[in-house]
């Protein structure tokens, strides 16, 4: 279950994401619930404030330093994994 903090630390993060301005920039499409229990696997985000809730602090930044790169969709069914990540496909 992907439940995302936005740490505003890069050192605690537990990975650097870029958010890509085109899809096909994008390691992964993201589809961001605002309902906790729709958030599951890596794709589908329930993104909170409340830091003890969250599965994985990440740290949004520049392309240059990112572990992964991200694009938002509208629909559920398009979120997923767009190129092989394995090291961090499962992992958020």
């Not at 899809?23 to 409340?50: K, P, Q, R």
């Not at 994985?56 to 559920?76: K, M, N, P, Q, T």
């Amino acid at each position: 279950m992907a439940r995302i903090y936005q740490t505003p630390r890069e050192g605690e993060a537990k990975y650097k994401v870029w958010i890509a301005p085109l899809a096909g920039e994008a390691d992964l499409w993201v589809y961001a619930t605002e309902n906790l229990f729709l958030a599951s696997g890596d794709a589908y985000w329930f993104i909170t404030t409340n830091r003890g809730l969250a599965s994985s602090l990440l740290y949004f930044g520049d392309r240059g330093i990112a572990d992964f790169s991200i694009f938002f969709v509208h629909e559920r069914s398009r979120a997923g994994w767009q190129r092989r990540l394995p090291h961090i496909q499962g992992t958020l």
